[in-house]
């Protein structure tokens, strides 16, 4: 794969010490960052028993960070979701750069009104008095055996609501840039952490640099079909692009790293080359983003288009448990590769 | 309680600013068509005015729906509450956020809100930071007895124990949420017997009485400002008016009630207990009472005065930084 951003001068990092990594140079960096969540240490208050960072994250994406910054600065919550949502919220409007950690995007409900009228609207509401330097790390992803409340993919949900940004990162590269421009950023971001890919390597450079928030890449140039990629399915596109490839077909591969706000322009202008969209999304697909990009893509470069703009997504149920229905729920590189032959008639 | 000539003056100016701004405000809002959710807080002065005697601009409140008491105790400017009540760019919020999102980030107001209890984890991040910055500045959370029953509020309450934030839980507690009386919708006789579940002083008082407020409140900020933690105040009180503009409380509370709580008015309460005081005279509240009246005829015409906003500006501060394309894309505002 090929892309601009590739760094030079790097070492290989799992795609979980990428976001420690971001984690820890910011706190470094900037000490109002601050950070709090269920179980991100592990173990609270029991230094009295020699206990510290005991879990060090339920993913450990946050290992080492209270032995470094103290337990004033990682702030092991109780289960609590609105509550320490919206005290990072109300943090971040006061002059901290505040971190929270809701442990999968599924448990979203109980401190959704947090993000949807408070952080996202604060801004708007106040005339432009407050800024709210607020990220929610979160996790997307099915795969696991962890039935429906543990693996949905539910980004589209906060791209819908305007005073949101939010990434999905795809590797370890992007998931420390990606994460130091999130904190670094003045306006709420969520930030969406694929747990399939946690294990990943990948070349990612010592020294802290942040990936603009709201540009796509392209990871895989090509001339017959753009495949758009979110998060993990980047990685099944790539695995498509090389099958279609095989019987000539020349896919190109965007990987699309931000959901809000959204990169159509690169998006457009590789669909004017190749003249036929298909999004792989591994949300729902009802008023998804799959959806939305097919929508832009038809009113913006309908008149370039050969086939018409198709997605590729999770069927429209929760994730089921059992392991043959779960690999069902996952798009796939044979679903993907099923769908653009369609589409360019082979 | 012994409370200075000065004081004095400034808790009944308090209270009768905002009862004017209520009685005039809101129904010249109505008049200029934008009544939509606008609440009255008539009847209720007397609990933000002896909270916020406490406090300094530093010092951080969150609010309600029924915030203009709030707002006017903290040190908003009331001729900038009525224009953005009026919809115009003049106020705190450009117009942008109306009666029900007022904010003044500049005397530590962190909006009224039109989500119940929605604002109490923000008066606790306030709380928090000053903790983790030193700050020496405390927040107050105001929530109605309908706030009471919120989830969030509990969660924040039990944060805030537990992490020993300088934060005042105060509930407004007006008999009413909405139409439900809160006799029907709290499980316990009063909301300060929740208190001891969340190891903090629960204390209850008139709150249509400023002064009983005013040594609660100053016994629960000096907590909080040194550091012991967290309060939870129960203020007893009553709204004059119905929910909103549009709602008659006649259809659920009867005459007699409002009768007996207007015989309890927080002004007049005031009134009498200082006619023997000697430190300020009748006259003088009265002159108060006029310069109130006249400050919202000045706020009336300072409002109208305003311009409304411009079209583009509804684009405007959804972000810090965002492509204005994203939001406009595709849409023609001016077809």
Known sequence: MTTAMTPTTSRELRYREAINEALRQEMERDETVIIMGEEIAGGAGREHLGIVDAWGGPFRTTVGLIQQFGNQRVLDTPLSEAAFVGTAIGAASTGMRAVAELMFVDFVGVCMDQLLNNAAKMRYMFGGQVKVPFTMLTRIGA???????????????????????????????????????????????????????????????????????????????????????????????????????????????????????????LIIDSVRRTHRLVVVDEDTPVCSLASDICARVAEEAFDYLDAPPSRVTAPHTPVPYSRPLENLYVPNAARVVGTVERLVGR | MELDREMLLYLYRTMTTIRHFEERGIPETGQRGMSGSVHSSAGQEAVPTGICAHLTEADYIGS??????????????????????????????????????????SKGMLGTNGVVAASVPLAVGAGLTSKLQNLGRVAVAFFGDGGAN??????????????????????????????????????????????????????????????????????????????????????????????????????????????????????????????????????????????????????????????????????????????????????????
């Open chain 2, 64 to 105: 309600t729906h029924r915030g203009h008491g709030h707002c006017i105790a903290k040190g908003v400017d009331p001729k900038l509450m009525m224009a953005e009540l009026f919809g115009r760019v003049t106020g705190p919020n450009k117009g942008k956020g109306g009666s029900m999102h007022i904010a003044d980030m």
């Open chain 1, 143 to 265: 795969g696991f055996g962890s039935a429906a409340q543990h693996s949905e993919s539910f980004y589209s949900i906060f791209s819908h609501i305007p005073g949101l940004k939010g990434v999905v990162p795809s590797d370890p590269y992007t998931a420390k840039g990606l994460l130091i421009a999130a904190i670094r950023d003045d306006d709420p971001v969520v930030y969406f952490e694929h747990k399939g890919l946690y294990g990943d390597t990948g070349p990612v450079p010592e020294e802290p640099y942040a990936i603009p928030l709201g540009k796509a890449r392209t990871v895989r140039s090509g001339s017959d079909i753009t495949l758009v990629g979110i998060s993990r399915m980047t990685w099944v596109c790539t695995e498509a692009a090389e099958e279609l490839a095989k019987n000539g077909v020349n896919a190109e591969v965007v990987d699309l790293l931000s959901v809000s706000p959204i990169d159509y322009d």
């Open chain 2, 150 to 335: 919120q989830g969030v509020l509990h969660e924040c309450m039990n944060l805030a124990s537990v992490w020993k934030l300088p934060v005042i839980f105060c509930c407004e507690n007006n008999g009413y949420a909405e139409s439900t009386p809160v006799e029907y919708a709290l499980s316990t006789a009063r909301v300060v017997d929740r208190a001891p579940g969340y190891d903090m002083p629960g204390i209850h008082v008139d709150g249509m009485d400023v002064f009983d407020v005013f040594e609660a409140a100053g016994e629960a900020v000096r907590r909080a400002r040194s550091g012991e933690g967290p309060s939870l105040l129960e203020c007893r009180t009553y709204r004059y008016y119905g929910h909103t503009v549009f709602d008659n409380p006649l259809s659920y509370r009867t005459q007699e009630e409002q009768d007996y709580w207007r015989g309890r008015d927080p002004l007049k309460l005031f009134r009498e207990r200082v006619a023997d005081g000697g430190q300020v005279t009748q006259d003088e509240l009265d002159r108060l009472d006029d310069e109130a009246r006249e400050l919202m005829e000045d706020a009336i015409r300072f409002a109208d005065e305003s311009p409304l906003p411009e079209p583009l500006e509804i684009y405007d501060d959804v972000y810090v930084d965002y492509p204005i394309g994203m939001m406009s894309r595709g849409i023609n505002l001016e077809v």
